[in-house]
């Protein structure tokens, strides 16, 4: 497991419930120390810098010398690359180095799936001020702005005119903020904003095949802006557009090269047509896997560990009876403000049937973002189930209105 965090601590405590040895490589200081739950269980970690290939590949084969590794899976997004080059080094099944180019780099992965004959929106890689006045010439307004190889909404908005596509790309240049000690690219992605409900399709492939478990629906906050503010798993639709958005992810991932393991493909369903916003081969993210276990029974992390070693996924676990129709989570903010003292009406939701788990995710007197722009300005967060898919998107819009953020 290279750097592991957020939704793929989930391959570890499967792999430990199963008896399986667990090694993790993590840097172990600065922005990259894996959670106190991963070091309890870890077989284990190999302290080494895993933003840097040469000495991770080296410390892994020098471990696996000693005990034989089955299964390479990145931590996240940044450590696909990683993954995926100690999978072919291990001989394992892995993604080839053009795949892992079309998966991490905005521009490479819309040329891809265009070549393909899918639609994606128009757009232009720029990196230098000066070529900002074509570019939006080419793309046209309303557009949108985002790093090529960032994640997490992180410096990701609309643009209506060449003035603010300048100022959001002088904020990407002048960032100084790190994500896993990795500082931001400065070349962007400048893009037709595409209007339509925006959905993800997430599943895995093996073998080459392609297996669409769910599609969820996203409910995003206000633009400019794309904070993510809810998932509901399954998205409430009628089976022949839910067919339409899994057929052209299917496409998607075959597009970019993605051969083995997990996928995310979030996209959008624009006048009848989907149109793809991004696609990662990794584990979705926000409790999603959690979700889709909760709707279908299926845990994407067990399966994808048994394809990958080979091993028999009813018997390691994967497959569950579900324990609901549908399933959500909602995620509450401080509005903009830049701190908050207490939940109204907090105590009394996490006392419902329905609610799974309640987190607080940034503590009551602590500095919040004001920007509403990424998931850092999240503050608390709220796991749920439904009857039905409609009925969860009732449940998400039912919890904005009960708990009030005081103080903010």
């Not at 592991?4 to 922005?31: C, M, Q, T």
């Not at 070091?39 to 840097?52: G, H, K, L, Y």
């Not at 240049?173 to 896993?180: I, K, N, P, V, Y």
């Not at 939940?343 to 607080?360: F, I, R, T």
């Amino acid at each position: 497991m290279v750097q592991p965090a957020f939704s793929a601590n989930a391959y570890i405590a499967h792999a430990r419930s199963l008896g399986w040895d667990v090694v993790v490589a993590s840097y172990e200081k600065e922005g990259r120390v894996i959670a106190d739950a991963v070091r309890s269980v870890a077989s284990e970690i190999i302290t080494v810098d895993t933003n840097d290939n040469v000495p991770l590949e080296a410390a892994v084969v020098e471990s696996h010398k000693r005990n034989a590794i089955h299964a390479v899976v990145a931590g996240g997004e940044y450590y696909v690359p990683g993954a995926a080059q100690l999978s072919a080094r291990l001989g394992l099944p892995a993604l080839t180095p053009t795949a892992v180019d079309q998966v991490r780099h905005k521009g490479k992965m819309r040329q891809a799936v265009a070549e393909a004959g899918l639609e994606v929106p128009k757009f232009v890689v720029v990196s230098d001020p000066a070529d900002l006045e074509e570019a939006c010439a080419h793309v046209g307004f309303p557009a949108v702005i985002k790093p090529v190889d960032s994640g997490g909404s992180v410096h990701v908005s609309r643009v209506d005119t060449i003035e603010e596509t300048r100022a959001a790309l002088g904020a990407m240049h002048a960032e100084e903020g790190l994500e896993f000690d990795r500082p931001l690219t400065h070349d962007a992605i400048l893009e037709q904003y595409v209007p339509g409900v925006e959905f993800s399709a997430d599943g895995y492939v093996r073998d080459g095949e392609v297996v669409v478990v769910a599609v969820t629906r996203k409910l995003l906050g206000p633009e400019p802006r794309f904070l993510e503010l809810g998932h509901l798993t399954p998205a409430p639709l009628d089976e022949a557009t839910r067919h339409e958005l899994a057929s052209y992810a299917t496409g998607v991932v075959n597009a970019v090269g993605i051969t083995t393991g997990p996928f995310h493909c979030e996209l959008r369903l624009s006048e009848g047509r989907p149109v793809l916003m991004e696609v990662a081969a990794r584990l979705p993210g926000d409790k999603i896997t959690e979700l889709m276990e909760m709707a279908t029974g299926l845990m994407l992390p067990g399966k994808v560990l048994a394809d990958i070693t080979g091993a028999d996924p009813e018997r390691s676990g994967a497959y569950r009876e579900p324990v609901a129709k549908a399933a959500g989570i909602r995620f509450l903010t401080a509005g903009g403000a830049g701190s908050y003292a207490r939940l109204e009406g907090w105590d009394e939701l996490a006392a419902e049937p329905w609610v799974v788990a309640s987190h607080l995710l940034v503590e009551p007197g602590a500095g919040i973002k004001t920007d509403e722009a990424d998931y850092s300005c999240r503050i608390a967060a709220v796991v749920f189930t439904a009857d039905s898919p409609e009925e969860a998107h009732e449940r998400w819009a039912e919890i904005g209105d009960r708990v009030r953020v005081l103080g903010a």
